[in-house]
């Protein structure tokens, strides 16, 4: 009878694994290139850029352990992480894609954030005093939080939304007030909780003051710069301007990114104009000299080229985007461009002579 009860264990564990790795990492699936007869397996990246898939590669593996309950491997990967070198050769940090990999797609049903609860829960119970278990337990909480609210406008969020949001936000910011005298202290720790501070609410001396703080921490840890920022657009709680005068102080903070700082902002909130440098006071020659240390730095990196790219045409620098074009070599990362379509048009645009 033993052999039987054993054998249906491991049928179980495999079954919620293969569902775990088709639902919730479609992210990643989606972002295979090339033939798909030859793509390994879940679509991994195989294209031209060695760096992004260096870190899908580590995506991936993280993800797997994390599907298949192996605790013991998620702890000792972050243990490496943070001894080793913290960054991947385009500038992001190892340990914000570490958290990231574990992420459930918005439009999953309710029972797969559901199972990833459970996943989270027997993570803590094996390590009750791993700060990484509980700063991705927060995470997800905070996932859940808005998954519950929806994407549409605050006027048309219904009341469970707004109840199920309020408590999976509580829920989130109790998991880190416990963990919070755990060590080592984590960066994510304070990217999380202002992720929180979006949902609830607070006000700008209290996210103000918890910026601050994660500043301390971690000078370099962009993606605070990148939050505050979103937490300043005027779609939340900021008025026009706003963002971009945080973004500009923020290149004057000693042991900061300076204007790599600056530009990895305007990165990260492209995507919400048409057109950056026309619909507000972003700088094109901060973000400028931003991409230019970027590409210094990290000169391994197609992606940095292809962001660099575009917001050359946006900025109507027709020079530099035919250079960038030409670097690229027809490689377009989907990520960064709408479609191939914007992605050809901007080239042919940068290819024409001036005028």
Same mark, same amino acid.
């Given at each position: 009878?033993?052999?039987?009860?054993?054998?249906?264990?491991?049928?179980?564990?495999?079954?919620?694994?293969?569902?775990?790795?088709?639902?919730?990492?479609?992210?990643?699936?989606?972002?295979?290139?090339?033939?798909?007869?030859?793509?390994?397996?879940?679509?991994?990246?195989?294209?031209?850029?060695?760096?992004?898939?260096?870190?899908?590669?580590?995506?991936?593996?993280?993800?797997?352990?994390?599907?298949?309950?192996?605790?013991?491997?998620?702890?000792?990967?972050?243990?490496?992480?943070? $001894?080793?070198? +913290?960054?991947?050769? /385009?500038?992001?940090?190892?340990?914000?894609?570490?958290?990231?990999?574990?992420?459930?797609?918005?439009?999953?049903?309710?029972?797969?954030?559901?199972?990833?609860?459970?996943?989270?829960?027997?993570?803590?119970?094996?390590?009750?005093?791993?700060?990484?278990?509980?700063?991705?337990?927060?995470?997800?909480?905070?996932?859940?939080?808005?998954?519950?609210?929806?994407?549409?406008?605050?006027?048309?969020?219904?009341?469970?939304?707004?109840?199920?949001?309020?408590?999976?936000?509580?829920?989130?910011?109790?998991?880190?007030?416990? $963990?919070?005298?755990?060590?080592?202290?984590? +960066?994510?720790?304070?990217?999380?909780?202002?992720?929180? $501070?979006?949902?609830?609410?607070?006000?700008? $001396?209290?996210?103000?003051?918890?910026?601050?703080?994660?500043?301390?921490?971690?000078?370099?840890?962009?993606?605070?710069?990148?939050?505050?920022?979103?937490?300043?657009?005027?779609?939340?709680?900021?008025?026009?301007?706003?963002?971009?005068?945080?973004?500009?102080?923020?290149?004057?903070?000693?042991?900061?990114?300076?204007?790599?700082?600056?530009?990895?902002?305007?990165?990260?909130?492209?995507?919400?104009?048409? /057109?950056?440098?026309?619909?507000?006071?972003?700088?094109?020659?901060?973000?400028?000299?931003?991409?230019?240390?970027?590409?210094?730095?990290?000169?391994?990196?197609?992606?940095?080229?292809?962001?660099?790219?575009?917001?050359?045409?946006?900025?109507?620098?027709? +020079?530099?985007?035919?250079?960038?074009?030409?670097?690229?070599?027809?490689?377009?990362?989907?990520?960064?461009?709408?479609?191939?379509?914007?992605?050809?048009?901007?080239?042919?645009?940068?290819?024409?002579?001036?005028?």
């Amino acid at each position: 009878m033993i052999r039987p009860f054993r054998s249906l264990l491991l049928f179980v564990s495999l079954l919620l694994s293969s569902i775990l790795w088709s639902g919730c990492n479609r992210e990643e699936a989606d972002s295979s290139e090339g033939d798909s007869s030859s793509a390994p397996a879940r679509g991994q990246y195989t294209g031209p850029d060695k760096v992004r898939a260096e870190i899908d590669a580590f995506r991936y593996k993280t993800r797997g352990y994390y599907n298949n309950r192996n605790f013991t491997a998620l702890e000792k990967s972050m243990e490496e992480i943070r $001894a080793g070198s +913290p960054l991947f050769p /385009n500038g992001s940090w190892k340990l914000f894609h570490y958290y990231e990999s574990l992420e459930c797609a918005e439009d999953e049903k309710e029972s797969m954030w559901q199972l990833h609860e459970r996943i989270h829960k027997d993570w803590i119970a094996a390590f009750p005093k791993s700060i990484t278990a509980h700063v991705a337990y927060a995470d997800f909480l905070v996932s859940y939080a808005w998954q519950a609210r929806g994407s549409d406008w605050a006027n048309k969020v219904t009341q469970e939304g707004w109840r199920l949001m309020g408590e999976r936000l509580a829920a989130a910011h109790q998991v880190l007030a416990a $963990a919070k005298p755990l060590t080592p202290q984590c +960066p994510m720790w304070w990217k999380v909780e202002m992720r929180i $501070a979006l949902g609830q609410q607070w006000n700008h $001396a209290e996210y103000g003051k918890l910026y601050a703080e994660a500043k301390q921490v971690a000078p370099q840890f962009y993606y605070y710069d990148q939050s505050m920022a979103y937490y300043l657009m005027p779609r939340w709680y900021g008025k026009e301007g706003d963002w971009e005068k945080a973004a500009a102080a923020e290149m004057q903070r000693p042991q900061g990114l300076g204007a790599e700082g600056y530009a990895r902002v305007l990165i990260h909130l492209l995507g919400f104009y048409e /057109n950056i440098f026309q619909q507000t006071k972003a700088s094109w020659p901060d973000a400028r000299a931003g991409m230019e240390a970027l590409r210094k730095k990290y000169p391994e990196s197609l992606e940095i080229v292809a962001q660099y790219c575009k917001m050359a045409c946006l900025a109507a620098d027709r +020079p530099l985007a035919r250079s960038l074009f030409q670097q690229l070599n027809g490689t377009v990362d989907e990520r960064i461009w709408d479609d191939r379509n914007q992605f050809n048009q901007f080239r042919t645009w940068a290819m024409s002579k001036d005028g």
